[in-house]
């Protein structure tokens, strides 16, 4: 019995076909499909008729930079500097931006900065949030037929990516517009700094959110094209949230609280607290402070990999067999969490938008009555380092614990564990079915690679596969929705749970990339092969 | 055409034009949905893989990238330093 | 009640299908998650080590600006 190496790639030449001349494009083909799909009958005159909305970026295609395919195969040992230097450029970027001081910011969004990779009042403010919400965005609005793109055409597919890169710094500059004018990010002690910062001052957080969002989706692109390893944005998701729980844990930097200097390593502050306090206090400082991680958000965090890694592993097997290589049998395996952390990046990539644009609407209309009913911020006392939803629709899809109200404690993680659930298992859902991984595509693949499924007919594989395939996702997307709403449904996490389970799932599917590319690539022969193959 | 021609008639020509129709249905079902699905790689079920083809714009090398970035991150610290030095915001 | 048992009907069904196939998986092994834990999570921390350690660049850089 031998296992295939990943979900995906059977052969592992789809993904190995990125830098050569993209498959399915030989041009006597895509032109031929490209002339079926338009003619009128098969399609709502209206597509032909009218100007398509793909079309729309084409003058805009020549403006933007677009980083080219390697000419040959990049090497493993190549991979691997290409992926951490661009990881070290990106963790690089989270400087304060320009005229903010970010001691004097107080931050709405703590509880969903981990997963997207941002950091409030730097430059990485919004991090991997343009580029997640613009790629949804297309795939969703693709994949449902609300925009027709048609795939098989070279050209269109060309658009479709101009299009995503387009949308995210279009969505950088709209959300540095919406929280500038909100006063996000002037300096909460407004009243006791001497100057405010005028109007061009302002346009430099646009320019260099807006310029940032640009290199982001640079950065991700170069990683996509193979150059690096994985998906840019799970490569860069990852190293961040690994970065995040590494410093809240054992980071040995200090900055200074309300009670003094103090580590930011939950862990480090522990020992640094049993040499000068009494025990007790010790250990219950440990656990509970608020404006640094502290011990009770390492151990959920630790618990959510736990999880993360057993589920990550469940998986059914499907046997099948190869009709080129007789007598050898094989299994498919259809993972558990189908989707695996996508559903979880959707649902909260579905906050963060709806948070940003809460609270500048809330800010810039402070005094229309229908903003209160959409969130309520207050500052934080303690630490005035935070804004806290107190109030309002978005407080309750919120994991955010900072209300006195009795009911309000009690309503809010209901509602928000539905929230997560809900939105989660629906994507899951439509995402298996339109993201190219249905029981008609995986058919498809067994199909061109004379795989069978054993006990079943050719011609059933795709429909027992497409039994199964959703099942799988939505129960996958049930497990981590499930697995999120206890970590941070209580409000005790502060978003590393969820930063670490994302993470850590992401992990595994760059992994299961790295892994192929490695037997593939004869990774043997390379410096870090042998360091791999000592492990 | 004759009236005599029985077997048939509008009830075939509705029955072909059913057939057709559910044809092009299914076909318009079977259009890919996503890169992957046509074949050019990119998102799967568990990745979110956004960059997949080279289109048209000018073209830059992974390396300028790099620079690029960092350029970005001297420039922001050149703002900070300008900024303090001369004690005023611009 | 009748409105009320369709509106149950598709979330039980979704449940008893979902616990279905978790019954049907095969889960890791003991050993096989206790090595997988040991192996993901030195891995993971290994990472976030090397990402502080590119960071602390950072209290130089912020030095000189703030």
Known sequence: MHRLASGHNTTGTTTGSTYRVPVGSSPALGSRRCLQFCQPELVEPTLCASVRLLDLAKPFVSLLPEVEFPYQKIGFDEKIVYTVASVAVYLLASLPLSNVSQGRLADPFTWLRTPFASQAGTALEFGLLPIVTAGFLWQILAGLKIVKVSFESRTDRELFQSWQKLTAVLIAVVYSVLLTFAGYFDPVDQFTSQESVPIWGRLTYIVQLSFMALITALLVELLDKGYGFGPGILALSTAWSATQFATSFVGITTSVTSRGWESHGALVQLIRNIRNKSFGLAIYEAFTRENLANLTQIYIALAALGVAIYFGNCRVDIPIKSAKVRSMASVYPIKLLYCGALPLVFTYAVLYNLNIIGFAVTRIFNTAPFAKYIGQWKLDEFTSSTYNLTCGFLYFISASPKNISPIHLLVRPITFSLFTVIVSVLFAKSWSNISGSSGRDLAKQFKEQDISMIGHRDTAVGKELGKIIPVAATTGALIVAGVTSVAEGFGLSNGLAVGVLIGVLSALTLLESVMTEFQQSGGMGSQFGQLFQQR | MSSSAVPGGAKTLAKRKATQENKLKQQLQSQPTSTRAAGAGGSSSTMLKIYTDESQGFKIDPLVVLVLAVSFIFSVVLLHVLAKVTGKFF | ?66
């Open chain 3, 1 to 66: 009640m009748g409105e009320f048992d369709k509106l149950t009907e598709a979330p039980v069904e979704f449940l008893r299908e979902g616990s279905q196939f978790v019954a049907k998986c095969t889960k890791p092994s003991k050993k096989e998650y206790l090595r997988l834990i040991r192996a993901v999570g030195t891995g993971f921390l290994m990472m976030g080590v090397v990402g502080y350690a590119i960071k602390l660049i950072h209290i130089p850089i912020r030095y000189l600006i703030v």
